[in-house]
């Protein structure tokens, strides 16, 4: 069960998807963890009725799901298909900081650059993925394309399913931080096409280290099933 409780004695049903959301986030619950109404009704100290909302809510924007054999997991997303999800966030966001340009604010250059250094001295790698999300965010949000905003929701959403799966590398952060810089600086200068440039090599590199990832993962999960046919 998951190691931090709200204390108050009530919460409405969107705060609790909320945290639950968070619990995922921080990897309190796993990727296809089985969540159970007992559990979470002792856990938050309320009835049956919320929290069952609560899993509709979650249901309903894809981090949870049901089967009739299993109950409500949490959702994942396979390692193979969070790299294809990178490439098409790629040209999206490519797309975005394409508009945005002309668009943002001296006061959302400011908030660019603080964004990136607490990214940069971020604890966890929970916390990186938050702030990294809020970058991009910003950019989306004032690219002013309101189509693009709702693919980033999807893309947030499978980026933290993935990183339930497979934790954000510490040795990311300081080129994460550099590459982000690079932007911002685009961003201020007003230079369209040097933006575009920097925005799809900062997700070319990331990519590449998600593909590093990948293959580490699938290395090490053929590795526990060689073990157990050894053992057995």
Do not use: W
Not at 2 to 11: E, L
Not at 136 to 146: F, P
Not at 186 to 201: F, K, M
Request: proline share 2%.
């Amino acid at each position: 069960m998951a190691k931090t409780k709200i204390t108050d004695d009530r919460y409405s049903v969107a705060e609790i998807a909320e945290d639950i959301k968070n619990k995922i986030r921080n990897q309190e619950f796993a990727a296809n963890e089985r969540l159970t109404e007992t559990a979470l009704c002792n856990f938050y100290q309320v009835s049956r009725t919320p929290i069952r909302e609560a899993f509709r809510l979650l249901e309903n924007e894809g981090f949870l799901v049901y089967t009739h054999n299993s109950g409500v997991r949490v959702a994942s997303i396979s390692a193979e298909d969070s790299v294809k999800s990178i490439e098409i966030s790629r040209e999206l966001h490519c797309i975005a900081v394409r508009d945005a340009v002309g668009r943002v604010t001296e006061e959302d250059i400011r908030q660019l650059r603080e964004i990136n250094r607490k990214l940069l001295n971020a604890s966890s790698g929970s916390e990186r993925n938050r702030l990294d999300h809020e970058f991009h965010s910003l950019i989306i949000q004032r690219a002013g394309n309101s189509p693009l905003a709702e693919h980033f929701k999807l893309q947030a959403k499978n980026d933290m399913l993935f990183e339930a799966i497979l934790p954000i590398r510490d040795t990311r952060a300081p080129h994460t931080y550099a590459e982000h810089e690079n932007i911002i600086d685009a961003l201020e200068a007003g230079d369209r096409e040097l933006a575009v440039e920097y925005t799809r090599l900062h997700y070319l590199k990331a990519l590449r280290s998600v593909e590093a990832k990948v293959q580490e993962y699938l290395e090490h999960q053929a590795g526990k099933k060689k073990k157990k046919r050894t053992e057995s």
